[in-house]
């Protein structure tokens, strides 16, 4: 654990843009994007991989809706995106900690696209800043 890149992206000790955060998910732009959207969504405990979450743990829902307020939020929830879990080597699973992929826009308005995520993360700066003020 001590070794995982996305714990350390959790705890803050890696930097990532992050999209969104709450008790128990984090989600933040793919480093190598294979689309204009391309988000990963991962449970902020460190699971390595999809088999390993206990039957009946609410962790995938969660991940879920996460996943289609993001894809709302960045206004391609009814144009379209993909998500799935890599689930180990022969799945192509590379970070073993468990995680999501949305990935969208490869066909059209990239542009506006970037404008939503960008303006997301800049929303969340200036939301983190005026807390601080308080
Ligand atoms: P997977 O193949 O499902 O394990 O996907 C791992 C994903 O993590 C890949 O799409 C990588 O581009 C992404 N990734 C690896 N390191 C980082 C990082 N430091 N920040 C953001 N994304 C990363
Ligand atoms: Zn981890």
């Known amino acids: 654990m ?18 969104f955060e709450s008790d128990r998910i984090v989600a933040f732009l793919d480093a190598n994007p294979a689309s204009p959207v391309h988000i990963l969504v991962v449970p902020r405990e460190h699971v390595p991989t999809l088999n390993d979450i206990p ?10 809706t996460v996943a289609r307020m993001i894809a709302r939020d960045l206004g391609v929830a009814e144009s379209g995106y993909r998500f799935f879990i ?8 590379v970070v073993f900690h468990l995680h999501a992929h949305l990935i969208a826009g490869n066909d059209f308005g990239t542009l506006f696209i970037h404008m939503g995520v960008a303006f997301s993360i800049l929303w969340r700066k200036l939301l983190r800043l005026v807390r601080r003020d308080r």
Do not use: T
Not at 3 to 17: L, R, S
Not at 55 to 64: K, S, T, V
Not at 86 to 93: A, F, H, P, S, T
């Open 55 to 64: 039957d009946g743990d609410p962790i995938l829902g969660e991940m879920a």
């Open 2 to 19: 001590d070794e995982c890149i996305f714990c350390k992206i959790i705890e803050g000790k890696v930097p990532a843009k992050k999209v």
């Open 86 to 93: 890599n689930v180990n080597r022969g799945g192509g699973q």
